[in-house]
């Protein structure tokens, strides 16, 4: 694949540290209809910054270091590099279709994107100069993970009904893995052990071993999951339900459903900052829910703009 990087100032991998002071913790929320990422205290549920962005953000990552924030612009073509020292873009790297999901890779030197309409998932390297590598994957590409610890990338196929399995060091495919109807979100539990799976039009989860590719288990959900998190602690799973206006929280002992919790209208969006408090972007009521998951309920809301949908939470460890 051809992908240029267009540097609007110099781009270099060991950029400065996040301007965030080194115990904050921060949630990153797209707001697709304001061409901005707000920037979200953790500890006082305020928001602190408003970051602007190419236009259409969809997908967004934060580099493990804290560093820098990454963009997709599904319209455009585009994905985004901003500074969080800065608050400034600085590289814009061109597509040939419509970039969605992102994963910043180990090291911050490159960057895993799927290409919606092109049903590719791209390597892109984060020095303004050689050319990528891509992979022909299932159709629609969406949500993407990468499990670090077996040199894996998991891609959720929407229009295939199946996720695709990628050997991240030559992005060879070495597997594919049937799922319900039109997966969407991924998340893989912290040990590793297992990924999550939202399928949309099943309105269910699948559960597959990370290590062997089995399915161990299918547990139904409300109506049009979108996306997962898994606790820290990897007790809970929670899946987003758009138009149930709901959360669902998954005992992921057991793999039965625990409890729904009323949220904003048409969540998607969904993150844990610890294992008891989690963020939920509600995209048509324009605001974040907070959930306090000891008692399962909404604990308040934040506005945060007219568009928001995915979410990225980095800071301190998450207890």
Known sequence: MR????LLTAFLVGVAASARPADAARLYVVDQEEDNVVVVDTDSDSVVERLSVPDGPAGVAVSEDGARLVTTHPESGLVAVTDLATGETVARLETEGQPFGVV??????????SDWARSVVARLP???GEDGAEVPVGKAPAGLVQDAARGRIFVAN???NDISVLNAADLRVIGRVETGAAPFGLAL????SRLYVA???SADVTVIDAESLETVGTVPVGEMPYAVSVSPDGGDVLVTNQHGNSVTRIDAATLESEATIPVGEYPEGVVHATSSKAYVAN???GELS???LAADREAGRIPVGTGPRNLAFAGRGRE
Not at 104 to 112: C, D, H, Q, T
Not at 189 to 192: N, R, S, V, Y
């Open 3 to 6: 992908s240029r990087a267009l």
């Open 104 to 113: 910043v890779e180990p090291g911050g030197y490159a960057l895993l994107v």
């Open 126 to 128: 984060l020095n303004g």
């Open 158 to 160: 929407r229009e295939s």
């Open 189 to 192: 539990a912290p040990d590793g």
């Open 199 to 201: 399928n949309v039009q």
């Open 283 to 285: 995209w048509f009521s």
């Open 290 to 292: 907070v959930l306090d």
